[in-house]
């Protein structure tokens, strides 16, 4: 039933390493995201994909790339980790991209990545 | 920069209260979304109000919209301790391709006690 949902909640891994985090929704949506939050709780968008199609790309480091292997799938893969990386991911996905579109957005509960 | 900025950053109630919760945003928008975020769980679409609205409710919220003041406010009445959440103002933000992003605010903590 969950509409947005990723894997896994929490990632506990070493600096230097290279980590997945998948992202599935079943809402039939054609947006999907990547978010980043941070300890102080600020919500910043990371990448935007629509229909497969890389829409946004924010101000991120090329150690992350994400993959969308169809509408319904939004990947995220970090190389080489750093400590600042530590945070929570949260993937969302919306209806439409349009200017005319005001849709809101449904989120995963969030991926918890601690760096060691 | 950020776009929103919610006041007060924290709020503590007593349940049966009304909690009112403030953003302000910099730039001319389209809507304004308010969105609520449980402790460890992702956020959930409260309200959505466009920029020609300036009041609307569902169940015991209630936003408004003042554009000229680039602010809009949430208010909650007979807060219930399952309100206790951080409740974020979220605004539109147009990329030159028509894409748009949604920009967030710092949020509000919301404590309501029992």
């Known amino acids: 039933d969950t509409a947005v949902s990723q894997t896994p909640k929490y990632l506990v891994t070493q600096m230097g390493n290279d980590k997945s985090i998948k992202c599935e929704q079943n809402?039939?949506?054609?947006?999907m995201y990547w978010y980043k939050q941070d300890s102080k709780k600020f919500l910043k968008i990371m990448f935007s994909?629509?229909?497969?199609?890389?829409?946004i790309n924010e101000t991120v480091p090329n150690r992350f790339s994400p993959k969308s292997p169809d509408k319904a799938h939004l990947n995220l893969h970090i190389n080489s980790l750093e400590l600042g990386d530590s945070a929570v991911y949260f993937c969302?996905?919306?209806?439409?991209?349009?200017?005319?579109?005001?849709?809101?957005?449904?989120f995963g509960d969030g991926t918890r990545l601690s760096i060691l | 920069s950020q776009q929103g900025e919610e006041d007060p950053q924290a709020l503590s109630i007593q349940e049966g209260e009304n909690a009112t919760m403030n953003c302000s945003y910099k730039?001319?928008?389209?809507?304004l979304q308010w969105y609520r975020q449980n402790s460890g769980r992702g956020l959930v679409h409260l309200i959505l109000?466009?920029?020609?609205?300036r009041e609307k409710h569902s169940g015991r919220l209630r936003v408004t919209l003042d554009t000229s003041k680039k602010s809009s406010s949430l208010l909650i009445t007979a807060s219930r301790a399952a309100d206790t959440a951080s409740y974020f103002c979220?605004?539109?933000?147009?990329?030159?391709?028509?894409?748009?992003?949604?920009?967030f605010g710092s949020g509000t903590r919301l404590l309501v006690r029992p």
């Open positions: 994909y629509n229909n497969k199609e890389l829409i």
């Open positions: 109000i466009r920029s020609n609205e």
């Open positions: 809402l039939g949506h054609d947006t």
């Open positions: 979220a605004t539109v933000a147009f990329m030159m391709d028509s894409s748009y992003k949604l920009i």
């Open positions: 969302a996905s919306s209806q439409g991209q349009g200017r005319s579109d005001n849709q809101p957005q449904h």
């Open positions: 730039t001319s928008i389209n809507n």
